[in-house]
């Protein structure tokens, strides 16, 4: 085993270590020649804890205690001290020699002087010179979304955040710059330094969370190089904070929810008289409609479906305690939360749970702090299909089900259109269909991480600026799914003869190492900082599943196994998976005067998942900036008090492929079967799973961002303006070989997108006497094309639509990501000559009839080649389910103790495609919208056509994929509006509450959009995104809650 | 708390700093280059080449050779529109985008691949057994020529390949070769595997090919080649194989006298019992089969890792219940009988109910699906009593594909003897006759209307009709295929379903464009539609 020049040189940093030890415990033996002492008041007098004085140029430093006092040693006569506090205007004091200094904060009205979280360290807002868009906590906790980085929605421009659905727990997708692949665009999430995904956030409590930082351009992702390459997003949990005092809060909602709308679809009258309209229009005679006068005499039924499957006034509750304090030496944070979500449909199976216990400490032990952050968490969720149009989607059942088949009947059992004779495959009794259903999944995490950091100026001012910090992080997490599935008999499609249980568990371990060398020197006013690191990461899970029949016991309660009797019918699974990741990386950044700033990354990445030919890749990027309001020739006024220019240039990687791409793992999935009566026998045939590419590489992202920062009147308005072009190149993807070679295609590198937009964040703050506004607003455009596609047809496509509709979404060369591909339309034939006429003239100047078989009341198709016929090459473009421009409207004003926060969201130009009838089922019910708009004779309608019971043999209305199914999706939504009051502190500090807080909260108050679906926000994969099958809609919630602190 | 941070400055630094930390290697699977080594190694991978001949993918090749007969209609849900490329076919109006064409093409050239494979890897195995080695190159060679057969008849010209190509670019500049050629591919391996394929397999084999099974297959492409093959695609040399071997009609004659002379097979006394799925699935009928079973408990709704027979629920009506009250297994029901088929037998044979599922005495209600005739392919209807437990259950019927029958090859030997030896071909012709109808139904003298009329009733719902309605000629084929489609009672409730008259087009020479998405993945200009009505 070869060894790193790291590990050979333990031994001496094994020395060192003692040797730090060993000095420790004598740092208090160093002279205290010169102290210096003081008080830290804001400017009503109270005192201010937790305020960092530093000497300046140093880092000799310390904070405020619990009363506002500090004491600081090792001052030089001429030194200046300063102090900042977040949210106070900082200051800067010159010593003069003296020993006691008292100080008076202002609040600040401005925020660019405040910390940002960068890769492996921080910086101050006004130095940056990538794109890094900060998110404060306070702000996550103005909604009661349970996944964080849902709460991310519109509060930071360029980063569009969609809900897959409105199922509690549901995944969120988040896409920052636009789609720069055809895989996984989702990026990458680093919890207090551990890297993780979006899935694997769901153990955070919003209000755990100090700060979120999205790190939007390559020149702040490339610092974490292979993975980087879709924007990163830093968490950082609270930690207390020095010399503060002990605090308790108590933090709690509930609320209700409810679906903010409903469909119309046909009640029974209606109902029948669509299905005997169709029929007629089908070629029935009028007596052999499905629904004669007889036969609807004996329809006794109108059940409302929808109403069947929602959930009204579905519960949501939270609770949070938390603690938090410090000492000089050493800090604490913990908390503990329990949440609870109920679905707004399918009650008692979608449902989500969660529990979680944080615990973060630091202790200074001289020139080191130890710190260590732990959570623990437990979540228990059910969830029902939230977007499918197979089996387990509850609203897609819930449409088409024929209201005329009710829920039981009188004597209990359960119906189903069969029992009419309209057996509809998929589609059945939706209530009876969950009545089955017995499943839970638990997920267990438990994640640790310690680490220590190491000051060397508070040994010797020689090695003043020197730091090291060593950390390792380690989650373990157990998913744990169980499920009784019984014996039933509701239709042919939907039955089961024999009860089994499955019990699977996953573990899933994820571990990195990281250290870091800091160095931070200033030279007059040259200011300079080093970092060189060093980062190993793994990430493992091993899973085990099994599933047996004949179940002693007729519940969920003894889905065990061993209840299980019938010992052929075990089956069992398991399987590994391993990826690793070893990283060096440096950064240096430079500024001079906090006037000129230039920083330059480089990261090296080795990964397991590329063979040895691209196993290590290179992320290297550069920026600088220029704070013009700094130089002598600003003019010195308040309308524009700041002004900063900055760019940059990275390259970023993603290895989110899955394992072991590159070579020919051994497939034995190639079953058959030898042998007679008792002899038979299975043999697992083998083959290649697939053909190899030993040079499988990174995919590579290039970015480029051109930003102003601008400060006005006093820094009460500010504004950013970001400009970027990114280009990601490289796709890891399955380009199509000819089936001639036999067995699966290659993951092959290559395809590329650019993605170029603008964003937009200004802020607006002020204060008046007791009246405090806030008003941020963000705003984004992004635009995309593609660049390149690596085979023969320049094209990749994808995705189902309604039934038998396939490829609708498309990646094409000079065409956006993405975008719905289908036939156009032009209107509805109104006369039979109409159809005579729908003709085409081919280059032989032939007259071609496209539609021969089409009758007045049928879809007019255009031949947009105008090659004669209706064929592929018709379809083109007909929208994007990725909007072109998103934007966050945050309005708060807080007055005497009242306040009221508003936040809007929006996401315009984008569009859905509806896919919420089974056309291929002739007794799929029919929205009042479709019934009511259909032909019925010249004139009646030129959008949607007569009805007919199944039309694919013919004119293939419903069965096309066309611009029909696809409707503006822009929408603008209320997502919160808060209204609170806070009890004067006079008043509570009498029970010992230190504050005390009620409010009222509505979510998804109003939503505007033409889209006639459930809801216009339906996000996942690319080749899925805005594709609605009866989407489990957003809830309106309304939420009571409360904050104490004691 | 100093031992404390040691221990954790140094776990850090150790844990991670060896390079070979990313050099990770799979640990649930073999890799290529282990994979091939023992006898046992190699009969996992000729299995692997059975399997595709087996792969149905949602376009079992049997079910569309039907449909576009005069035995079936495509049927289906009630929408019509359900496997569209299946009622493309029974219009012959097949689109080079349709899948069903691409998935056929898609398990050749899979198959193709495998045997190719094994060919390779067999030189590399350490052998021990005398002879394994030629017996299973043997095997590999019976199962490429299928499929380049398959090749043959569904798309006439295509590229050939013999040997795995280092890089996946070479293979999108293979030029089709012409039909002839590909038959003298076919001749190739069928003659080797001739020779090398055992006589009888032990039980435990039951399954792998033997000598007879590719002789008898031999024949049926013959007649094809004679039929079809000549006088459509205008070729004019007698079926040769590269090496200059021609498999003329003597050839055949002499090889299915040793078939049914030698082979040991004998017919099962009731036609019944071959369907009967209480009865074992290799009967002494059977000369080669596509063996499908449970065991496997597939579950692929993709459709290619399917390891039951998948077809059977493709018959089965919808939603039924039978007279009793009791659920049948449900169905599709696609592949539904014409009452064409229905009305050939005669009075009395049994074939009749052994072959058609009435839903009129047999079932209290059931849903209609598109061109409802009331009739269910009844040799693989699904049968409740036997449906799997484990994996999907539509995925896991036992019931095996009979694809090379007694029956079969007796009627072929009655049609090659006719004029050479009539005594030989009526006596063929009537052990099959009898076998089923009894000692009364013996005919005296036959023609070829009646080898026509007794290979339709003993065989419909087997796959073969198509290719024999396609060898006798177009303006017979067409008869039978418009004729037969449009043969629907006045008083069918679903007569709106037969609106469109179908016509068959000789211009498709009743076959499948080449797959659109093929002509898109290799090198412009490389692959070519030769037949008329694709160009």
Request: charged share 20%.
């Amino acid at each position: 085993m070869k060894k790193s020049s790291f590990k050979n040189d333990s031994s001496s940093w094994r020395k060192l270590l003692f040797l730090l030890m060993g000095l420790y415990f004598s740092v208090s033996a160093f002279a205290q020649s010169s102290t210096v002492s003081g008080t830290v008041k804001d400017d009503t007098g109270n005192t201010l804890v937790g305020v960092t004085v530093v000497v300046k140029g140093t880092t000799n430093g310390t904070v405020t205690n619990i009363d506002g006092a500090y004491t600081i040693t090792k001052v030089p006569e001429n030194a200046i001290l300063s102090f900042s506090f977040v949210g106070m205007t900082s200051q800067e004091i010159a010593r003069e020699g003296k020993s006691s200094i008292n100080v008076t904060m202002a609040a600040t009205t401005h925020d660019i002087d405040e910390l940002v979280v960068v890769g492996y360290g921080s910086q101050k807002k006004s130095l940056i010179t990538g794109s890094i868009a900060k998110v404060d906590g306070s702000e996550l906790t103005k909604t009661s979304s349970l996944r964080i980085n849902q709460a991310l929605q519109g509060k930071t421009a360029g980063v569009v955040i969609t809900n897959n659905s409105g199922q509690p727990g549901e995944f969120v997708s988040v896409r920052i710059r636009g789609i720069g692949t055809n895989g996984d665009n989702e990026p990458l999430y680093i919890v207090d330094g551990l890297p993780t995904n979006g899935y694997g956030i769901d153990y955070l409590n919003s209000s755990d969370i100090e700060s979120i930082e999205v790190l939007k351009d390559a020149a702040s992702a490339a610092i974490y190089g292979a993975r980087g390459g879709n924007g990163v997003v830093l968490i950082t949990t609270k930690k207390g904070k020095k010399s503060e005092k002990f605090n308790v809060s108590y933090d709690a909602y509930i609320g209700i929810q409810n679906p903010w709308h409903t469909l119309d679809v046909l009640g029974a009258s209606d109902y029948m008289d669509a299905m005997n309209e169709a029929a007629i229009n089908s070629g029935s005679k009028p007596d052999k409609v499905p629904f004669t006068d007889a036969r609807r005499d004996t329809i006794n039924w109108d059940t409302n479906w929808q109403e069947q499957m929602l959930n009204r006034n579905a519960k949501k509750e939270s609770h949070v305690i938390s603690l938090t304090g410090g000492s000089a030496t050493s800090t604490y944070s913990s908390s503990l939360s329990y949440l609870n979500q109920e679905g707004i449909l399918a009650k008692g199976n979608s449902f989500y749970d969660r529990f979680t216990y944080r615990l973060n400490t630091t202790r200074q032990f001289g020139m080191m702090t130890v710190g260590s952050n732990l959570n623990l968490a437990q979540m228990t969720n059910r969830s029902v299909g939230a977007n499918d149009t197979y089996d387990g989607s509850a609203l897609i059942q819930a449409l088409n089900l024929p209201p005329i088949v009710p829920v039981k009947y009188d004597n209990g059992v359960w119906a189903t259109p069969t029992d009419f004779g309209m057996g509809m495959q998929e589609i059945s009794n939706p209530i009876a269909l969950l009545s089955y259903r017995n499943s839970e999944s638990k997920t267990r995490k438990a994640i640790a991480n310690v680490y220590a950091d190491f000051d060397f100026g508070q040994l010797i001012d020689a090695l003043s600026g020197l730091k090291f910090k060593t950390s390792y992080n380690y989650e373990y997490s157990n998913v744990h799914y169980r499920s009784y599935s019984p014996v039933y008999d509701l239709d042919p499609t939907h039955k089961n003869v024999i009860n089994s249980v499955t019990t699977t568990d996953n573990h899933y371990v994820r571990w990195n190492v990281d250290n870091t060398l800091t160095y931070v020197k200033s030279f007059g006013e040259n200011n300079i900082s080093l970092l060189a690191g060093h980062s190993a990461f793994r990430d493992y899970n091993e899973s085990l599943t099994g599933t047996k029949k004949d179940v002693i016991f007729d519940d969920f309660e003894h889905a065990y196994l061993d209840n299980a009797k019938d010992p052929l019918s075990a089956e069992t699974g398991g399987t590994f998976v391993d990826h690793t990741l070893l990283s060096y990386f440096g950064r240096v950044d430079y500024d001079f005067a906090n006037k000129y700033m230039a920083t330059a990354t480089i990261r090296r990445d080795g990964s397991s998942r590329f063979g040895s030919a691209n196993k290590y890749g290179y992320f290297p990027s550069v920026s600088a900036g220029w704070v013009i309001s700094r130089e002598d020739f600003f003019p010195q006024t308040d309308a524009v008090n700041f002004m900063k220019v900055r760019a940059s240039w990275g390259q970023n990687g993603n290895e989110n492929i899955g394992n072991f791409g590159y070579i020919s793992t051994m497939s034995s999935s190639c079953i058959y079967y030898f042998g007679a009566g008792n002899d038979i026998a299975q043999y697992n045939g083998i083959q290649p799973s697939k053909i190899a590419n030993p040079t499988l590489r990174w995919e590579t992202s290039e970015q480029s961002n051109v930003a102003f920062d601008l400060g006005f009147l006093n820094n009460k308005l500010t504004a950013t303006i970001d400009l970027y072009n990114k280009t990601t190149k490289d796709w890891l993807i399955t380009a199509p070989v000819p089936l001639l070679v036999g067995n699966s295609a290659p993951t092959i590198n290559g395809g590329s997108v650019k993605n170029s937009g603008i964003e937009l964040e200004m802020g607006y703050k002020v204060k008046a006497g007791d009246l405090n506004l806030d008003i941020k607003l963000t705003g984004a455009y992004n635009k995309s094309e593609v660049l390149e596609i690596p085979n023969t047809e320049k094209v990749l496509s994808d995705g189902t639509g309604g039934f038998g509709q396939s490829g609708i979404i498309r990646f094409e060369v000079g065409q956006p990501v993405g975008f719905f591909w289908g036939y156009k339309t032009d209107g509805i034939f109104q006369t039979v000559d109409d159809v005579k006429n729908h003709v085409t003239v081919d280059s032989l100047g032939v007259s071609r009839v496209l539609q021969g078989g089409a009758k007045p009341g049928d879809v007019i198709f255009v031949d947009t080649n105008k090659d004669g016929k209706l064929s592929d090459e018709d379809r083109v473009n007909l929208g994007s389910p990725n909007p072109d421009f998103t934007g966050g409207f945050n309005f708060t004003l807080d007055w005497k103790g009242i306040d009221l926060n508003m936040f809007w969201y929006a996401a315009i130009g984008q569009e859905t495609w509806m896919a919420l009838r089974r056309y291929d089922q002739p007794f799929s019910n029919y929205t009042t919208e479709v019934y009511e708009g259909a032909w019925r004779g010249e004139g009646t309608s030129n959008h949607y056509p007569r009805l007919t019971k199944t039309d694919a043999n013919y004119n293939g209305n419903w069965k096309t994929p066309s611009d029909l199914f696809v409707y503006n999706s822009s929408y603008g939504r209320l997502r919160s509006l808060t209204l609170g009051y806070t009890f004067p502190k006079t008043l509570t500090r009498k029970v010992k509450i230190e504050n005390l807080r009620l409010y009222v909260m509505g979510e998804n108050l109003i939503t505007i959009t033409k889209y006639p679906g459930y809801d216009p926000e339906i996000g996942g994969g690319v080749f899925s995104a805005g594709i609605d099958r009866g989407v489990y809609p957003q809830p309106k919630t309304i939420t009571f809650g409360m904050n104490i602190t004691f | 708390m100093k031992k404390i941070l040691l221990a954790i400055s140094l776990i850090a630094i150790l844990q991670a700093c060896t390079t070979d930390f990313v050099e990770l290697s799979p640990k649930v699977s073999k890799l290529e280059s282990n994979a091939y080594i023992t006898e046992n190694d190699a009969m996992l991978a000729l299995t692997a080449v059975y399997d595709a001949l087996s792969v149905q993918n949602w376009n079992f090749a049997p079910i569309m050779a039907d449909i576009k007969s005069d035995d079936a209609y495509a049927g289906g849900d009630a929408s019509g529109g359900d496997m569209e490329y299946w009622q493309e076919q029974e219009r012959f109006n097949i689109a080079a985008e349709s899948s069903a064409p691409l998935n056929m093409w898609n398990r050749c050239y899979s198959g193709i691949y495998r045997a190719n494979l094994f060919i390779e890897k067999a030189e590399g195995i350490q052998w021990k057994t005398d002879g394994l080695k030629t017996r299973m190159v043997a095997e590999a060679k019976f199962l490429r020529a299928y499929f380049y057969w398959d090749l043959a008849r569904h798309f006439g010209w295509v590229p050939i390949i013999t040997t795995n190509l280092p890089s996946v670019e070479d293979y999108k500049n293979i030029p089709q070769s012409e039909p002839v050629a590909v038959y003298s591919q076919i001749a190739s391996d069928l003659l080797e595997a001739e020779k090398g394929c055992p006589a009888s397999v032990p039980s435990a084999q039951v399954g792998r090919v033997t000598k007879y099974a590719v002789q008898s297959l031999m024949t049926r492409i013959y007649l094809l080649y004679e039929g079809f093959a000549k006088p459509v695609l205008g070729i004019s040399q007698d079926w040769t194989s590269n090496e200059g071997t021609v498999i003329n009609k003597a050839y055949v004659q002499t090889a299915l006298k040793d078939v049914i002379n030698n082979g040991g097979y004998s017919l099962v006394p009731s036609y019944a019992d071959l369907f009967d799925w209480t009865n074992d699935q290799n009967t002494s009928e059977n000369i080669f089969s596509w063996q499908y079973s449970e065991l496997g408990k597939s579950s692929d709704w993709g459709g290619w890792n399917v390891n039951g027979n998948f077809s059977v629920v493709f018959y089965g009506p919808r939603s039924a219940r039978m007279l009793d009250g009791t659920a049948l297994a449900e169905g599709y029901s696609f592949a539904v009988p014409t009452w064409n088929l229905y009305n050939e037998f005669e009075a009395g044979d049994p074939r009749r109910d052994v072959t058609i599922f009435d839903a009129s005495l047999n079932l209290a209600s059931y849903t209609t699906g598109y061109q409802n005739t009331g009739y269910f392919n009844e040799k693989f209807r699904p049968r409740i009593e036997y449906q799997a437990t484990g994996g999907a259950a539509q995925h896991n019927w036992f019931i095996n594909y009979p694809d090379i029958r007694l029956a079969d090859v007796l009627l072929m030997a009655s049609e090659i003897f006719l004029t050479d030896d009539p005594a030989f071909s009526l006596d063929c012709f009537n052990k099959v006759r009898v076998r089923a109808m009894g000692d009364a139904a013996k005919k005296s003298s036959i023609n070829i209307d009646d080898i026509y009329h007794e290979r339709r009733v003993e065989l419909s719902g087997e796959g073969h009709r198509y290719w024999d309605l396609i060898r006798r000629g177009f303006d017979y084929a067409a008869d039978k295929i418009n004729n037969g489609y449009m043969d629907v009672p006045a008083d069918a409730a679903s007569i709106a379903d037969f609106a469109l008259p179908r016509v068959f087009n000789p211009q498709t020479y009743g076959m499948f464009p080449i797959p659109a998405t093929e002509i898109r993945n290799v090198n412009e200009g490389v692959l070519k539609q030769f037949i008329p009505a694709y160009k």
